[in-house]
């Protein structure tokens, strides 16, 4: 069947879960022993698959699954990897022009931003989704999109004109989203793709792939049975001569997360498929290539992949639910009409504030990703300077700032997955709600009080009678309460004397202007920058040791006050807590520096040695000893701050000697522990160091 085509496309994504503010990701109980998903997820899935595991006649060396499959990554997630992992980062794009050079064409497509439902977008923010992601593709891939993933595939007309005027040349959708009005009704849709024409540009088109439904809802039970599934992609195909492609389409974190062990499935199968030589492999940008699309079709609109009732499970009670016991899912149209009229507000206030500021709103409005990708101070100034009308003040610079970073909160606010699950109190809908208070403190920042809105969500109900919303707001605004609590952060590393061998990412930068110690009171004066707005602020802070604990008093000061602020009363300052308040790892770290237990004392021993001894092999295994031979060592590496990273330097390190019996000793520690799924890391640093990437690709 030398005409008969395949394709696997994978959707890779996670919702973006970086706090608002300080612009890390909190911490997950249940992503355990990691210590969020994002890590898991890597671990299990995103890593793997860029093992070199296949086998081929295009070259002489093993390639890994993505340059066999189309795939896409949603841009949050994909900032975050190159932010954590930039090895992995980088093998991604690679696979990309790999598949270019063995197939034809890139396997990778752009994804609206950051997922949301772009039927449920106004035309602007259609425009605005798209947009961002091509661009964040372009500059990743180094090569312009072709096409774009919708989230959820959801989709209407407006969505389709929007992909035509960006100059999209095809998207994918799901079989029981095609409206088969045009065509005959026997059709196979899913072998071959139809032009949707459009109907306000003059007739321009764009192809539409239909992946497969049913085989792609198989593959979680069916694909790891490689023979049996590769027997139903036979199947499907017609027995004529007619040229066909055929595809799945689904999450890729069916591959290794949701499916136990699916990165080998998957990679098996494509084994199959590359030497039983039945059917060709392909993306589809690359069978574009050699054949068109002849006919054309309508689309069902406002139709999705993941919700049988239309779009319901993004804006009301539809009946989509995982735990049949969360009855009620109306809060999905309290949050749709919250979220909606916050987001219009925030328009409103983003043109009043900048139109006397910037040439052209719009156009900076459309190239802000660039900030949000970059993080950089000089970037971001630069960004705005070029684009103003007149050289701006720095309260202009910071108040164009806030007014872009609002509207960046409410895109994310809307993300999808604030919708997709049964409770208001879920981790993701929580999400929405903090982007949302951040978006109100931007907007008050600017002189507008948006608050009054939350009134509209304070009262809706959750499925569990305890639970309150309002006060998990509440909640969640005293968590926030920033730069402080992250200033008490940098504090308590200051004062207890821990440093990190790595970077962890923070919004703020930190820095101590003048300083006083007494016995057991210390007093700073510090400076704060906040990198996304340029904001710098000032503290005068106090911290006091008692017990096993710390107290910070904090209050915004002026430098020239330093010495006056020595006798503040404990009434006259703006906040106070304790080590109780700080965030995730740092708690951790005060209250590991901060304890009189011994079992503390290996933690404490190890940290300080692998401070000093980061970038020096024997150094870092005198470190890792201090763990590797202690009593419930693994239990204890487990349990230390920021575990994960430790194992990547240690990692990085076995793979800088290899040939070290230390470095076996590390490989042996990592892999009998809970972390064994880290394993690929080492094999990726291994590959980066030896791998000599021929550049032959033998004709096909
Ligand atoms: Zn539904």
């Given at each position: 069947?030398?005409?008969?085509?395949?394709?696997?496309?994978?959707?890779?994504?996670?919702?973006?879960?970086?706090?608002?503010?300080?612009?890390?990701?909190?911490?997950?109980?249940?992503?355990?022993?990691?210590?969020?998903?994002?890590?898991?997820?890597?671990?299990?899935?995103?890593?793997?698959?860029?093992?070199?595991?296949?086998?081929?006649?295009?070259?002489?060396?093993?390639?890994?699954?993505?340059?066999?499959?189309?795939?896409?990554?949603?841009?949050?997630?994909?900032?975050?990897?190159?932010?954590?992992?930039?090895?992995?980062?980088?093998?991604?794009?690679?696979?990309?022009?790999?598949?270019?050079?063995?197939?034809?064409?890139?396997?990778?497509?752009?994804?609206?931003?950051?997922?949301?439902?772009?039927?449920?977008?106004?035309?602007?923010?259609?425009?605005?989704?798209?947009?961002?992601?091509?661009?964040?593709?372009?500059?990743?891939?180094?090569?312009?999109?072709?096409?774009?993933?919708?989230?959820?595939?959801?989709?209407?007309?407006?969505?389709?004109?929007?992909?035509?005027?960006?100059?999209?040349?095809?998207?994918?959708?799901?079989?029981?989203?095609?409206?088969?009005?045009?065509?005959?009704?026997?059709?196979?849709?899913?072998?071959?793709?139809?032009?949707?024409?459009?109907?306000?540009?003059?007739?321009?088109?764009?192809?539409?792939?239909?992946?497969?439904?049913?085989?792609?809802?198989?593959?979680?039970?069916?694909?790891?049975?490689?023979?049996?599934?590769y027997l139903r992609i036979l199947s499907a195909f017609k027995a004529d001569n007619n040229p066909a492609l055929l595809s799945i389409a689904?999450?890729?974190?069916?591959?290794?997360?949701?499916?136990?062990?699916?990165?080998?499935?998957?990679?098996?199968?494509?084994?199959?498929?590359?030497s039983d030589k039945k059917i060709v492999l392909t993306n589809y940008a690359s069978w574009l290539k050699n054949f068109k699309a002849e006919?054309?079709?309508?689309?069902?609109?406002?139709?999705?992949?993941?919700?049988?009732?239309?779009?319901?499970?993004?804006?009301?009670?539809?009946?989509?639910?995982?735990?049949?016991?969360?009855?009620?899912?109306?809060?999905?149209?309290?949050?749709?009409?919250?979220?909606?009229?916050?987001?219009?507000?925030?328009?409103?206030?983003?043109?009043?504030?900048?139109?006397?500021?910037?040439?052209?709103?719009?156009?900076?409005?459309?190239?802000?990703?660039?900030?949000?990708?970059?993080?950089?101070?000089?970037?971001?100034?630069?960004?705005?300077?070029?684009?103003?009308?007149?050289?701006?003040?720095?309260?202009?610079?910071?108040?164009?700032?806030?007014?872009?970073?609002?509207?960046?909160?409410?895109?994310?606010?809307?993300?999808?997955?604030?919708?997709?699950?049964?409770?208001?109190?879920?981790?993701?809908?929580?999400?929405?709600?903090?982007?949302?208070?951040?978006?109100?403190?931007?907007?008050?920042?600017?002189?507008?009080?948006?608050?009054?809105?939350?009134?509209?969500?304070?009262?809706?109900?959750?499925?569990?009678?305890?639970?309150?919303?309002e006060n998990l707001i509440e909640e969640i605004k005293a968590e926030n309460k920033q730069p402080h609590i992250s200033l008490c952060s940098?504090?308590?590393?200051?004062?207890?004397?821990?440093?990190?061998?790595?970077?962890?990412?923070?919004?703020?930068?930190?820095?101590?202007?003048?300083?006083?110690?007494?016995?057991?009171?210390?007093?700073?004066?510090?400076?704060?920058?906040?990198?996304?707005?340029?904001?710098?602020?000032?503290?005068?802070?106090?911290?006091?040791?008692?017990?096993?604990?710390?107290?910070?008093?904090?209050?915004?000061?002026?430098?020239?006050?330093?010495?006056?602020?020595?006798?503040?009363?404990?009434?006259?300052?703006?906040?106070?807590?304790?080590?109780?308040?700080?965030?995730?790892?740092?708690?951790?770290?005060?209250?590991?520096?901060?304890?009189?237990?011994?079992?503390?004392?290996?933690?404490?021993?190890?940290?300080?040695?692998?401070?000093?001894?980061?970038?020096?092999?024997?150094?870092?295994?005198?470190?890792?000893?201090?763990?590797?031979?202690?009593?419930?060592?693994?239990?204890?590496?487990?349990?230390?701050?920021?575990?994960?990273?430790?194992?990547?330097?240690?990692?990085?390190?076995?793979?800088?000697?290899?040939?070290?019996?230390?470095?076996?000793?590390?490989?042996?520690?990592?892999?009998?522990?809970?972390?064994?799924?880290?394993?690929?890391?080492?094999?990726?640093?291994?590959?980066?160091?030896?791998?000599?990437?021929?550049?032959?690709?033998?004709?096909?």
């Open positions: 069947m030398k005409n008969k085509f395949f394709c696997v496309h994978a959707h890779f994504y996670q919702p973006p879960r970086q706090n608002p503010w300080t612009l890390t990701v909190s911490k997950e109980t249940l992503a355990k022993p990691y210590r969020d998903f994002n890590r898991k997820i890597t671990d299990e899935c995103y890593g793997p698959l860029s093992m070199p595991s296949i086998k081929s006649s295009f070259c002489d060396y093993l390639l890994s699954v993505y340059s066999h499959i189309s795939f896409n990554f949603g841009p949050t997630l994909f900032s975050w990897i190159e932010d954590h992992y930039p090895q992995l980062a980088a093998s991604i794009i690679q696979a990309d022009s790999i598949s270019a050079k063995i197939y034809g064409e890139g396997a990778a497509m752009a994804q609206a931003y950051n997922h949301r439902i772009l039927p449920h977008c106004s035309a602007k923010d259609k425009m605005l989704q798209i947009k961002w992601g091509m661009e964040y593709f372009e500059s990743k891939f180094k090569r312009k999109a072709k096409a774009v993933w919708l989230p959820e595939t959801a989709v209407d007309n407006e969505t389709l004109e929007a992909l035509i005027a960006c100059q999209v040349e095809f998207s994918v959708l799901s079989t029981s989203q095609a409206d088969k009005s045009l065509i005959d009704s026997e059709e196979n849709i899913y072998l071959e793709p139809f032009n949707y024409v459009s109907k306000n540009q003059n007739g321009k088109k764009l192809t539409l792939f239909f992946y497969n439904q049913d085989l792609s809802l198989k593959i979680t039970q069916e694909m790891p049975n490689t023979e049996k599934y689904s999450d890729g974190e069916n591959y290794g997360h949701h499916l136990k062990d699916g990165d080998k499935a998957l990679s098996h199968l494509i084994k199959k498929i590359l006919k054309e079709i309508k689309i069902k609109e406002n139709t999705s992949w993941s919700c049988p009732h239309g779009l319901g499970r993004w804006e009301k009670e539809c009946g989509c639910r995982i735990d049949k016991s969360m009855k009620s899912q109306e809060w999905r149209t309290d949050l749709k009409f919250f979220t909606d009229e916050l987001g219009e507000k925030a328009e409103k206030l983003y043109y009043a504030t900048v139109n006397n500021l910037l040439k052209d709103p719009d156009e900076a409005l459309f190239s802000y990703w660039q900030c949000i990708d970059k993080r950089k101070p000089d970037f971001t100034l630069n960004f705005v300077h070029s684009r103003a009308i007149k050289p701006l003040t720095p309260d202009e610079t910071r108040k164009t700032l806030t007014a872009l970073e609002m509207m960046k909160s409410a895109q994310l606010m809307r993300t999808s997955c604030a919708w997709f699950f049964d409770d208001i109190s879920s981790i993701e809908p929580l999400n929405a709600i903090r982007e949302a208070l951040y978006l109100c403190e931007c907007a008050s920042k600017l002189g507008e009080d948006f608050f009054s809105v939350f009134e509209k969500i304070r009262k809706v109900k959750s499925n569990y009678p305890s639970i309150k919303i940098f504090i308590s590393g200051i004062e207890l004397k821990y440093q990190l061998p790595f970077e962890t990412h923070c919004n703020y930068k930190f820095k101590i202007l003048n300083e006083k110690r007494e016995e057991s009171i210390s007093f700073f004066h510090v400076s704060c920058a906040r990198i996304s707005t340029l904001e710098k602020r000032e503290f005068f802070i106090s911290v006091k040791k008692i017990e096993e604990n710390l107290i910070f008093s904090i209050k915004e000061s002026l430098l020239s006050d330093f010495q006056k602020n020595l006798s503040l009363k404990p009434t006259e300052f703006d906040f106070t807590c304790d080590i109780s308040l700080l965030k995730d790892e740092d708690r951790e770290l005060a209250t590991i520096f901060l304890s009189k237990n011994p079992k503390n004392e290996v933690k404490k021993k190890f940290i300080i040695s692998a401070a000093s001894a980061y970038g020096d092999f024997d150094k870092s295994i005198e470190a890792f000893r201090i763990i590797s031979k202690s009593e419930n060592a693994k239990s204890i590496f487990e349990s230390i701050p920021f575990a994960e990273d430790y194992l990547r330097h240690f990692l990085n390190l076995a793979a800088s000697k290899p040939e070290r019996q230390e470095s076996k000793e590390i490989l042996d520690f990592i892999s009998s522990s809970a972390f064994f799924k880290t394993m690929w890391k080492y094999s990726l640093a291994m590959e980066i160091k030896y791998g000599d990437k021929k550049n032959s690709f033998k004709k096909q």
